[in-house]
């Protein structure tokens, strides 16, 4: 036997080794793109869920929920995204009820005006003995609300609840319920 047939054999297992090894990269490449795959599309599902939730208390605050509270809660079916998601609103709580300051309501915003006469806060006041006005009581109180849905998919099983702060002016006197 010569020198040059032993080398034949030991470039075909070289060969080999070879072709092996970049099998293992292609299939490692594979399923590294697979996961990457799985993950933008439960990220997906995930932010799709969060916009049903928002959708769903967007439709809750934009009545005025905070003459019956019990009965804003509601499960209300959203189509987002080609999928329908089932939204569970629970009954919005509310965290206060606080007198507001002279410089609290804006007169341009939208359910503020209420809390202004003649360009002015609207205010009571009483004169004590002495004839010192007492701290004045305002027309109104602003109110904090906490809004809460949760978006559930039954086909993947995606499921996530937002938490939403509203402020609202109500009429002086109306407390928390």
């Known amino acids: ?23 293992l990269i292609a299939l490692s490449a594979m399923y590294a793109s697979t996961t990457s795959i799985e993950v933008v599309g439960n990220a997906q599902l995930r932010e799709e869920a969060n916009a049903a939730a928002q959708l769903a208390i ?34 919005p709580t509310c965290i206060n009820s606080l007198p507001v ?4 309501p804006d007169r341009y915003t939208v359910g503020d005006e209420d ?5 002015a806060v609207v205010t009571q006041s009483t004169f004590t003995a002495s004839g010192v006005t007492s701290t004045p009581t305002y027309s109104c109180n602003r109110q904090t609300w906490e809004v809460t849905a949760t978006a559930t998919d039954s086909n993947s099983g995606a499921n996530t609840t937002v938490h939403q702060g509203v402020s609202r002016l109500v009429r002086a006197g109306t407390d928390c319920p």
């Open 1 to 23: 036997m010569t020198v040059l047939n032993k080398k034949r054999g030991n470039t075909l297992l070289v060969a080999l080794v070879m072709l092996m090894l970049l099998t």
């Open 58 to 91: 967007e439709r809750v605050i934009s009545t005025d929920f905070t003459i019956s509270p019990a009965s804003a809660a509601s499960s209300v079916n959203v189509p987002v995204g080609g999928t329908e998601y089932t939204a569970e609103v629970a009954v």
């Open 101 to 104: 300051g002279r410089s609290d």
């Open 115 to 119: 809390c202004f006469i003649n360009s």
